[in-house]
């Protein structure tokens, strides 16, 4: 972690890893935090002080010691979500006016995009991807179809070009055969009062903002939203999201280098879980799957849909690693296999045509999972405050996992809370 360095954090499996509390944690070492792709389909949970914030849009440094906050020209930003979280934060006391900045470049979500989200959601039927809602997809699109609505756009003639672009829409919506627009007008009232809000916060180049940090020699921490099995090139597509959640989606969502990347932390819980639809190989349907759920409290952040709970996949994390160049691993959720006699870990797929591969192959739709038991360590981890506690199956755990995965862990998080982070 040098200074002049850009550092990333992503989630590793599909999202809900626990980056918000990481990066939370990490903050202090840094001079910025930057978001640099997703929107408000990201929830990010922290808890500190007995109080617990969740983040959507905004970046999870704000809470550490007046740290600059950037969210990125590859978000996708609504501006009524974006006022009703910053005014939450600013009346429990985190003013961000003066620290946070957002790109000029990053696109507007409309109040329409969302109806679209919908409306496409609807048309797929029985292969809907289970959106979050908040009309990322058609945002995104808009982007690379070259028709989007940016943060620099509401500086001038904002009227009218919203004006055109809604007009695009409900001609879109019209093809599709949709008729609902219930409480619409309220919707695109709060979304303008929103554009006003944003207002008093600086509109910047965030580019230059970001590599002339890096020439004062300071640091900065770029925060992933989703995970890397969400990304629209290499997670399970087309059950992904539409933005780039790897590494290198931090390049193009802030206009930063390659070269200037140093550390990429992987962020992974001990187990895996997933929202929405698509292909999750090892997904537990009995009642082991359930106790994951509730003793890892898993519903979902945004959206308070139940997550899908299954063992941790090591082809899946390996493949993570992989495509994001993970540098150092982060484990989440250590503590909620606390009571679990046998933990089990897929270290291979059997394909349908019966050959064992350890390489995620294209569709893992009918692949099956090929376990290594281990033996669960049955110790309530939650009040540990050194790796020196560790009971020796849990030691052992660990170090299975770095030797399959080649990585070294250097973060354990064994509970919610800020002070619940055993750094190595
Ligand atoms: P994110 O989207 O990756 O930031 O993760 P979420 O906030 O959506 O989901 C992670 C959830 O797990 C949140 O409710 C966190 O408060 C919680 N959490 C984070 N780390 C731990 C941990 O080590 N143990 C437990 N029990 N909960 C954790
Ligand atoms: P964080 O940052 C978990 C999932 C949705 C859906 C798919 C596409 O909190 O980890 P979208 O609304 O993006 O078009 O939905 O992606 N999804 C997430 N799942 N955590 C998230 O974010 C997610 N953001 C999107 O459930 O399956
Ligand atoms: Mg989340």
Not at 162 to 180: E, F, P
Request: charged letters at 25%; one cysteine or more.
């Amino acid at each position: 972690m040098e200074t002049g360095k850009v550092d990333v954090l992503l989630g590793l499996q599909w999202g809900d890893e626990g980056k918000g509390k990481i990066v939370d944690v990490l903050t202090p070492r840094y001079d910025v935090v930057a978001r640099f792709q997703g929107g408000p389909n990201a929830g990010h949970t922290l808890e500190f002080e007995g109080q617990k914030y969740v983040l959507r849009s905004i970046p999870s440094g704000i809470f550490q010691g007046g740290k600059v906050n950037i969210i990125g020209n590859g978000v996708v930003l609504a501006p009524d979500l974006f006022m009703s979280e910053a005014k939450d934060l600013a009346a429990s006391g985190h003013p961000l006016a003066e620290r946070l900045y957002i790109s000029k470049k990053a696109h507007l979500i409309m109040p329409t995009h969302r109806i679209l989200d919908k409306a496409n959601e609807a048309a797929k039927g029985k292969e809907m991807v289970g959106t979050t809602g908040k009309g990322i997809g058609p945002t995104y699109t808009d982007k690379t179809s070259r028709h989007g609505l940016r943060v620099g756009d509401i500086l001038e003639n904002f009227d009218e070009k919203y004006a055109k672009h809604k007009a695009r829409h409900l001609n879109m919506l019209k093809a599709l055969g949709w008729t609902d627009f219930e409480g619409f007008e309220e919707t695109e009232k709060v979304w303008m009062e929103g554009v006003e809000y944003m207002k008093q916060f600086r509109f910047v180049d965030s580019e230059h903002e970001i590599n002339n940090t890096l020439r004062k020699d300071k640091s900065i921490l770029c925060e992933g939203a989703q995970g890397t099995m969400l990304d629209v090139d290499f997670g399970s597509y087309p059950f992904v999201t539409s933005s780039n959640t790897i590494s290198a989606g931090a390049c193009t969502g802030l206009g930063i280098g390659p070269n200037k990347i140093g550390n990429v932390f992987g962020i992974m819980k001990a187990y895996c879980t997933r929202v929405g639809s698509g292909p999750f190989p090892t997904e537990l349907f009995d009642e082991t799957g359930t106790l994951l759920r509730d003793l890892g409290h898993e519903y979902g952040a945004v959206t308070g849909r139940e997550r899908r709970c299954g063992w941790i996949d090591l082809v899946q994390l390996r493949y993570s690693i992989m495509v994001n160049g993970v540098t150092e691993l982060i484990m989440m959720k250590s503590d909620v296999l606390d009571t679990f006699k046998t933990i089990k870990a897929c270290v291979a797929y059997e394909l349908p045509n019966g050959e064992t591969t350890t390489e995620l192959p294209y569709d893992i739709t009918d692949v099956k999972p090929v376990y290594k038991e281990l033996k669960g360590w049955q110790t309530d981890m939650t009040q540990f405050t050194s790796e020196a506690q560790f009971p020796a199956e849990f030691k052992e755990y660990v170090k299975f996992l770095e030797d399959f995965l080649e990585t070294r862990i250097s973060v354990i998080s064994i509970g919610p809370d800020r002070a619940q982070t055993i750094i190595r």
